[in-house]
């Protein structure tokens, strides 16, 4: 998941557009983000200043020292992706896969416009170079279409929890103890709630070998519990870094955790998925959201409110 693309392209974007009717599902993990999730394992360059005395200004026909490279100088620090990978044709490639790249809904923390997903062509040479040499050329534009899909998906949980919240835990309260079906985004809100600055994507990370606290409770719980909480692990983990825009202060940046679940597909063979979206618990104000969203919805169905909302209407 997560094939968001830093670096731009001349190319005029194209709206993102929905599912194919196709059962083809993405792999086990994010291929170009099966090495960024150890990105402190990488050499870092040195940024130690020349010996004391030694001359700042270098001559003109003096030779330039070669840069030491490493992988992680390769990388976007936006992303941790490769920031070159080419729109070529593969090397034994026989399925044309386009190379037109679709803009997300997502906006971008750097500047004024959306995150851009990679084009099929550029997701096929990621695939190959990080050593997925079997992938279907095929079905590569499917998978494609369902990373969007799924992204998309996020961002949009996201924007919840930020609604919610980015007005402070007061506000966060009164719009969590209506449940959650009362609470979806424009259910007896006031209309200045429109005025609030959305929320932007700085930067975001795959971590698909590093599984969430959370992750694990539920798969340990499945091992007692198998008929309420068995199941499969995620097959990924992304970190989302969000600049939450409260409107009245400095943006604050979030971090948020994803994990991606597989389910079993409909009886037509579509591929079905869950997304846990939650902040992470970086400090009090993480955990006391999360707990509000959860203990707001609970209050709401034992109280009674429900039924008494839909009495009254």
């Given at each position: 998941?997560?094939?968001?693309?830093?670096?731009?392209?001349?190319?005029?974007?194209?709206?993102?557009?929905?599912?194919?009717?196709?059962?083809?599902?993405?792999?086990?993990?994010?291929?170009m983000h099966a090495a960024s999730s150890?990105?402190?394992?990488?050499?870092?360059?040195?940024?130690s200043s020349p010996p004391e005395g030694s001359c700042a200004i270098r001559a003109s026909n003096s030779p330039t020292p070669l840069q030491p490279s490493s992988t992680l100088s390769k990388l976007n620090p936006l992303n941790y992706m490769p920031s070159n990978l080419s729109q070529s044709r593969a090397a034994g490639q026989t399925v044309h896969l386009p190379v037109e790249r679709t803009t997300s809904s997502i906006p971008r923390g750097d500047s004024d416009g959306n995150w851009e997903y990679p084009s099929p062509q550029q997701m096929y040479n990621a695939m190959l170079r990080k050593g997925y040499d079997d992938t279907p050329q095929d079905a590569v534009e499917s998978m494609v279409e369902v990373h969007n899909f799924l992204n998309e998906g996020a961002w949009?949980?996201?924007?919840?929890w930020e609604r919610r919240f980015s007005r402070g835990l007061g506000y966060g309260w009164q719009t969590c103890r209506r449940g959650e079906e009362g609470s979806v985004t424009g259910a007896g809100m006031p209309t200045s709630e429109q005025n609030v600055p959305q929320p932007r994507l700085v930067r975001f990370q795959g971590r698909p070998k590093d599984m969430t606290p959370k992750a694990k409770m539920l798969q340990?719980?499945?091992?007692?519990y198998p008929a309420k909480y068995g199941g499969e692990p995620p097959f990924d983990r992304h970190d989302w870094y969000v600049q939450r825009q409260s409107g009245t202060g400095a943006p604050q940046e979030v971090r948020y955790v994803?994990?991606?679940?597989s389910g079993p597909p409909e009886p037509t063979g579509e591929p079905?998925?869950?997304?846990?979206?939650?902040p992470a618990i970086d400090g009090p104000t993480a955990a006391i959201e999360r707990a509000m969203r959860w203990s707001g919805d609970v209050w709401h169905r034992a109280s009674g409110a429900a039924v008494r909302e839909k009495a009254a209407s």
């Open positions: 998941m997560g094939w968001f693309w830093a670096d731009r392209t001349q190319s005029m974007p194209l709206a993102p557009h929905p599912i194919s009717q196709s059962n083809a599902t993405p792999p086990p993990g994010c291929p150890k990105s402190s394992s990488f050499p870092l360059q040195s940024t949009a949980e996201i924007t919840e340990i719980m499945g091992h007692f994803i994990d991606y679940y079905v998925f869950y997304l846990d979206v939650r």
